[in-house]
């Protein structure tokens, strides 16, 4: 048994234990390969990092630690309390700061975010009932009431000025529909399509969004039961709050389960051997698709996250717990093994798609997720292995909701590069897109412009941050009357009858196809 002076004692990068669910660790090796950053954990240096810990890690994570860094128990006795990032901001000089009220950083209701304050906090904000939610908006209205500062700062943040974050939004509302009329639409039009090899009850599915915890204690459980219940598929992130067969189990044994379908993202980490163990334990959960995510060779500069942390870090005690104040900063050019940007392989490359492939099987689609130009979507459609077996089964257009590179192309301007400039991908590999989708005339937008269907991260995170497993389903529910709705109105019975003939793109320099 460890007593809390012992663990206290060893509160700097040159000596850090940690105390999680009453045992100790020494993560001192480990501080500079955390994919959050050293600081993240140099914050709970010394002291109990529970609270924080399992809201954002599965259990069992620590197990991968050599049984060396497994230092015991400690004895139940009072130890200074960690630095809260679930209830409570930090001092209230910052708070505006960490919502962004005084910077403009959440400037519509879907992020705003709450605030508080050192004074007795004033009574809750009155919010609609999930039945009186029209629109995901509605849903991210009331979880903005709702999420702690913390999950505020993750789920709105974007890379540096956020303006790929807000354009993803913007740019679906720059796109005119063009309906036809008299036309029967009597029968209820056909919204079902295959999306990576699942038939799927809609053209939309759940995209992988890390720390669903964060928003609800089920986290990434509530958006299991929702694929299962309303039959669409499930990505889940690399870095859920909840383990990947954890999510599975749930998925398959819901008992009100319709169909749906699970896909897992992959990753590459740093030590490529760590991706096949993930990728092995994929398989072995019976996920149904892989999607690689290579926009995030390296984490992007996501200011109002990066923040918190620090805000977080001096209510704890110093804004630099465990860190020299006379230690210089790296030089210019030289990586700083503690950067919260250096989590992945940042040398994963098109040749390393033939052992993702091998290691994956030939029988599952692979996606590469984050694909934004018309080149690479094209060199996509070339990779095969030695024996002329595709490598890539779909192609995911992303900016990684605006969090990677400020001012990547959204999808709308990936997908209008590639009708442009490599039109014969889509007759090659299917596309699929997210970023921005907050309406189902959003979906039927990306089904005119060559998309196969539509991923919802943010959107989905408010709705269970609002209501939990209820707001996710509500969230499909508006999404099906809304695309439904759309088609009709378009004088459309399928969804696989839409192209861009139902657009008006004259803001991007389109013109209107002849008659």
């Not at 663990?7 to 999680?20: K, P, Q, T, Y």
């Not at 870090?313 to 104040?325: I, L, N």
């Amino acid at each position: 048994m460890l007593s809390a002076a012992d663990v206290a004692a060893h509160n700097s990068r040159s000596s850090c234990w940690v105390i999680v669910a009453g045992r100790v660790y020494d993560v001192t090796d480990f501080l500079d390969e955390h994919p959050g950053g050293a600081q993240s954990i140099l914050r709970f240096a010394g002291r109990d990092a529970t609270e924080e810990f399992e809201l954002i890690h599965p259990p069992g994570t620590l197990n991968s630690l050599p049984g060396g860094k497994r230092l015991g128990e400690v004895e139940p006795s009072p130890l200074p309390p960690p630095a809260s990032t679930s209830t409570s901001s930090p001092a209230s000089e910052t708070a505006d700061a960490m919502a962004g009220t005084s910077s403009g950083r959440y400037s519509s209701p879907q992020y705003s975010a709450a605030t508080s304050s050192t004074s007795p906090p004033p009574p809750p904000p009155k919010t609609l009932p999930l039945a009186a939610c029209m629109s995901l908006e509605d849903l991210a209205t009331v979880a903005a009431a709702k999420l702690s500062p913390r999950a505020a700062a993750y789920y709105h943040s974007g890379a540096e000025t956020r303006h790929a974050r807000d354009r993803n939004r913007s740019d679906w509302s720059r796109i005119g529909l063009r309906p036809r009329v008299l036309i029967d639409v009597a029968p209820v039009p056909r919204m079902r399509t295959d999306v990576m090899g699942f038939d799927s009850s809609l053209p939309v599915f759940i995209a992988p969004a890390a720390h669903a915890r964060f928003g609800h204690p089920d986290g990434e459980l509530c958006l299991a039961r929702t694929a299962a219940r309303m039959d669409i598929a499930q990505c889940v992130s690399s870095y859920a709050s909840v383990s990947a067969p954890d999510i599975a189990a749930e998925f398959r044994g819901d008992k009100h389960r319709r169909g749906g379908a699970l896909f897992f993202q992959l990753y590459v980490p740093r030590v490529k051997a760590e991706a096949a163990q993930r990728i092995a334990v994929a398989k072995a959960a019976g996920y149904e698709a892989l999607l690689v995510t290579v926009d995030a060779p390296v984490i992007g500069k996501r200011d109002d996250d990066d923040q918190y942390q620090v805000l977080a870090a001096a209510q704890g005690g110093g804004s630099e717990r465990g860190k020299d104040p006379d230690e210089l900063p790296p030089l210019p050019g030289q990586e700083s093994g503690g950067t919260l940007r250096a989590a992945h392989d940042a040398t994963f490359a098109w040749s390393d798609l033939a052992w993702i492939r091998e290691l994956w099987g030939d029988d599952k689609p692979i996606l590469i997720k984050g694909v934004a130009t018309a080149e690479d979507a094209l060199l996509a459609t070339q990779q095969v292995s030695p024996e002329g077996k595709r490598l890539v089964d779909g192609i995911y257009l992303s900016n990684h909701g605006g969090r990677q590179l400020d001012y990547a192309p959204t999808a709308v301007q990936a997908l209008l590069d590639i009708r442009r400039n490599a039109p014969e991908v889509f007759g090659i590999l299917p596309v699929y897109v997210d970023g921005g989708v907050m309406r189902g005339t959003d979906v039927v937008k990306a089904l005119c412009l060559g998309a196969r269907a539509v991923g919802l991260g943010r959107a989905f995170l408010y709705a269970l941050s609002a209501f939990g497993t209820a707001g996710a389903l509500r969230a499909v529910q508006i999404l099906s009357d809304e695309i439904q709705t759309t088609l009709r109105l378009l004088g459309v019975a399928d969804v696989r009858d839409l192209d861009a003939r139902y657009l008006d793109l004259s803001y991007f320099g389109v013109e209107r196809p002849k008659l």
